[in-house]
């Protein structure tokens, strides 16, 4: 257990930098899921938590073993809260992909305004070419958010 020092000496009801909970969704031998569309679409990868503290920190991590872009094109990713794009992210948020097959990792954090469930999920489009699959079939993805105390 980690010992947290506060200006007050208070070291057992010290919340700061202590992980307060952690949500996570895995899903093994995952199907397609894809898309043909040339703007953002919601991939149903998802976790939602609700926070505990207002101020605290949630960590969001993703990995999914397998994508793929046919037709010669790419695929462009972001991790969106409530559907709305994360404070500071560009297009590439949380990923680009350049023809074939591939892994896809993410890790970012989001400072909580209130304590009222906050969903992260991965949005997907195509680039080019005529479709694009963030998770292919024999594949597996999870998603994690860890929320952190202030």
Not at 15 to 27: I, P, S
Not at 63 to 75: A, I, K, L, R
Not at 95 to 122: A, H, K
Request: net charge negative.
């Amino acid at each position: 257990m980690a010992t947290v020092i506060r200006g007050d000496d208070n070291f057992d009801s010290a919340d700061a930098g202590k992980v307060l909970q952690v949500v996570r969704n895995y899903t093994a031998n995952q199907g397609y899921i894809s898309t043909t569309s040339a703007t953002f679409v919601a991939s149903g990868i998802l976790v939602t938590i609700t926070p505990t503290q207002i101020g605290s920190e949630i960590l969001v991590d993703y990995g999914n073993t397998m994508n793929d872009v046919n037709s010669g094109g790419q695929m462009i990713a972001q991790m969106r809260i409530n559907g709305s794009e994360m404070a500071g992210s560009s297009s590439y948020h949380a990923g680009y992909w350049n023809r074939g097959y591939m892994q896809s990792v993410f890790g970012g954090s989001y400072t909580t305004t209130s304590t009222s469930p906050i969903t992260f999920e991965l949005y997907f489009r195509r680039g080019s070419g005529t479709a694009a699959y963030i998770a292919h079939t024999g594949g597996s993805n999870h998603i994690t958010a860890t929320e952190v105390g202030a």
